[in-house]
């Protein structure tokens, strides 16, 4: 069965910092590019980072610049993201998703899609 499991979600504080994993089972990462998405409240599902299946290529929104940063273990079968210095506009569902095609943040292209980990950033 294909899956993506997001973990390491949670409440943190202004300034703080968390690490959210996506692990995949069922299915190798090794030639997928890998995106981090996210959706708050009301919002739209945006698109945060991304990384190729080679590692080599990366993308951050604006908004997450210089404060996350993306990374993938093919030996683990895991991608990472590092989250600095959060804000509370970054509280959200965080999602990964796998795609066969290049690194960019567009949600169509993702094939595979993982349910979640939540993400609360408040003092």
């Known amino acids: 069965q294909v899956q993506l499991v997001e973990s390491g979600g949670g409440l943190v504080q202004p300034g703080g910092s968390l690490r959210l994993s996506c692990a995949a089972s069922?299915?190798?990462?090794?030639?997928?590019?890998i995106g981090w998405f996210r959706q708050a409240p009301g919002k739209e599902r945006e698109g945060v980072s991304c990384?190729?299946?080679?590692?080599?290529?990366?993308y951050y929104a604006d908004s997450v610049k210089g404060r996350f940063t993306i990374s993938r273990d093919n030996a683990k079968n895991t991608v990472y993201l590092q989250m600095n210095s959060l804000k509370p506009e970054d509280t959200a569902v965080y999602y990964c998703?796998?795609?066969?095609?290049?690194?960019?943040?567009?949600?169509?292209?993702?094939?595979?899609w993982g349910q979640g980990t939540q993400v609360t950033v408040s003092s």
């Open positions: 990384v190729s299946s080679s590692g080599f290529t990366t």
């Open positions: 069922g299915f190798t990462l090794d030639y997928y590019a």
């Open positions: 998703a796998a795609s066969t095609g290049p690194c960019r943040v567009v949600r169509k292209s993702y094939d595979y």
